[in-house]
């Protein structure tokens, strides 16, 4: 069956063509501030199911939609993609060197949309950071790059990749689960 990515993250993407599939790719373009909840670990959940719904009209032929939304929660807070420079700026000096893990929180939905099944599951890997010398931090922030990555990091950097330690799995720091998505193909598939 036809397998659309329903997402603009390059990440997600890379994860997925890496792994061997072939697919299509479709953007939702929803407002993911307009859909808010106070339970950090619900809200990727939401994001992917609405993202899910607005590309379904999208789509007339079977296929298996891939929707997918991460949230970064540090010491109880919310971390999106930065809003500006200072907002990254204050996650990764305050990532840097402390006890709290960076939890990237991943709401995964598959949808299969000869059949209306629609699965969803959570995945969460946590990533530990070493100190990070404030002229990397900068370097990596006048890179630009931060403002698409929850969290405003990537483990693809080489810069900030040495103070990285991951517990759980690459892809699902880069936003996509795979062990999570091979088991939600399987059953909206069947």
């Not at 993911?32 to 719904?53: G, M, S, T, V």
């Not at 420079?85 to 598959?110: D, H, K």
């Not at 931090?137 to 405003?152: D, H, P, S």
Request: with cysteine; proline share 5%.
């Amino acid at each position: 069956m036809k397998i659309i990515l329903g997402s603009q993250s390059e990440n997600r993407r890379s994860v997925l063509a890496d792994a061997g599939y072939e697919f299509d790719v479709l953007v939702s373009d929803i407002d993911e501030k307009a859909i808010r909840h106070d339970d950090y670990y619900e809200l990727p959940l939401l994001l992917a199911e609405a993202k899910a719904q607005a590309l379904l009209p999208r789509i007339t032929e079977p296929a298996l939609l891939i929707t997918a939304d991460q949230v970064i929660v540090w010491n109880g807070e919310l971390r999106e993609k930065p809003r500006d420079l200072e907002e990254a700026r204050r996650y990764l000096q305050t990532f840097s060197g402390s006890e709290f893990p960076a939890e990237c929180v991943n709401g995964i939905t598959v949808t299969n949309t000869e059949t209306g099944a629609s699965l969803t599951e959570r995945e969460i890997s946590k990533v530990y950071f070493k100190t990070i010398p404030q002229d990397v931090i900068e370097t990596f922030l006048n890179l630009g790059i931060m403002y698409k990555y929850a969290g405003g990091f990537t483990p693809q950097s080489p810069l900030i990749l040495p103070y990285l330690r991951i517990e759980g799995t690459i892809e699902s720091v880069l936003g996509l689960p795979l062990d999570t998505l091979k088991n939600l193909l399987q059953k909206a598939s069947s």
